[in-house]
């Protein structure tokens, strides 16, 4: 499909984007299992690039780029007179290499990059696109993680560092989920299917179970609804996701620290330069949302620039792709476009 756009006063508007690539050349990972030329693919949405602020937004573990229109997986706040506003802002969202979107090439072993690895790509990218600064960086779970390295690693890059349902860590909680997820994904006859029901157990609450089901049962099927839901969840990402790929963002999303080369993590805070809108969710059972208000404690510390935001939701961590009324609340001010 062809790249439509029109003039929006004095600028041009991108309504929809065929993939985008850009190459990041001689690229070394961080623990040296690769130096190759890596190929990124990236979508852009809104104001032509160079002609508004930027927001850059990180994909989540089973997300990609197509952050906006028909299909967009945030589309509900991404989008013309949305909370990022596509007639105010270029927005820009990168897929994670190894994801799998549109392409079924595989590249390299799953675990060849780490969390920085691809905040290196997505900063060094970015300056190949000749964009000195990004207004946001807003990114949700793991997307969140890598905007966290992004900021340390580029600390002039970011203005606006907004986190959604995310942490600076993958804690011992987040490692002990993930250690099981690659048991199923290596001994399961359906690792694909298998994996995504446990992992839907801590994308949720029990209340929010609770709320939606009530322990009743699906007729067709003879089991309660609350396995029938799982099951199908099974089924949907065994339909659009590869082993392969669900392996790369499990390992990305255990490697997300952005304190291993300091002696703390304040010694990692001393190079934030962004303010940082930390948005927690109440219920979340995945990126608790105490480790948050920890976060934000440090960063005032360290006098630095800090908003903790939560939402009320009994979804659990999947609440940012469910509450998008407080989400709008809480970054309203944030993304109040000034000419």
């Keep these: 499909m062809p790249v439509k756009n029109f003039v929006f006063g004095h600028f041009k508007i991108v309504l929809m984007n065929l993939l985008k690539h850009i190459t ?16 990124l693919s990236y979508q852009l949405f809104g104001r032509e690039l160079h002609t508004a602020p930027v927001v850059l937004i990180n994909h989540a573990l089973t997300g990609n780029s197509d952050v ?9 706040i991404v989008g013309d007179s949305k909370l990022i506003d596509t007639t105010k802002y270029t927005v820009l969202a ?22 920085r690895d691809i905040a290196k790509l997505f900063g060094l990218a970015t300056q190949q696109l000749q964009i000195s600064t990004l207004y946001a960086a807003i990114g949700s779970s793991l997307g969140g993680g890598i905007a966290w390295e992004m900021a340390i690693l580029f600390p002039d890059l970011i203005e606006n560092l ?32 298998d994996a995504r029901m446990m992992a839907m157990l801590f994308y ?29 969840h099974g089924e949907k990402l065994e339909g659009r996701f590869t082993l392969h790929a669900y392996k790369v963002m499990t390992h990305l999303l255990s490697t997300v620290d952005i304190s291993k080369e300091f002696d703390s993590v304040e010694g990692a805070f001393e190079q934030l330069k962004s303010k940082v809108i930390m948005i927690g969710i109440d219920s979340d059972l995945f990126f608790v949302a105490e480790d948050n208000k920890e976060t934000a404690r440090l960063l005032r510390k360290k006098n630095k620039e800090v908003d903790y935001k939560e939402i009320k939701s009994i979804h659990g961590h999947d609440a940012f792709l469910i509450e998008f009324e407080q989400l709008v609340e809480a970054l309203r001010d944030v993304f109040k476009y000034k000419l």
Excluded: C, M
Excluded at 24 to 39: H, L, Q, Y
Excluded at 98 to 107: A, F, P, V
Excluded at 205 to 227: D, H, K
């Design 24 to 39: 990041v050349p001689n690229f070394t990972s961080e623990e040296g299992k690769i130096i190759a030329d890596i190929k």
């Design 68 to 76: 906006a229109g028909e299909n967009g997986w945030w589309k509900s």
């Design 94 to 115: 990168f897929d994670i290499p190894g994801n799998g979107y549109k392409t079924t090439e595989i590249l390299f072993e799953y675990d060849v990059f780490s969390a």
């Design 162 to 193: 907004i986190p959604v349902a995310s942490d600076w860590k993958a804690s011992d909680w987040v490692l002990g989920h993930n250690k099981v997820q690659f048991q199923i994904l290596e001994n399961s006859k359906k690792p694909l299917h």
């Design 204 to 232: 949720r609450s029990p209340a929010s179970f609770q709320s939606r089901f009530n322990r009743t049962v699906n007729s067709n099927l003879g089991i309660y609804n609350i396995e029938s839901w799982l099951l199908h």
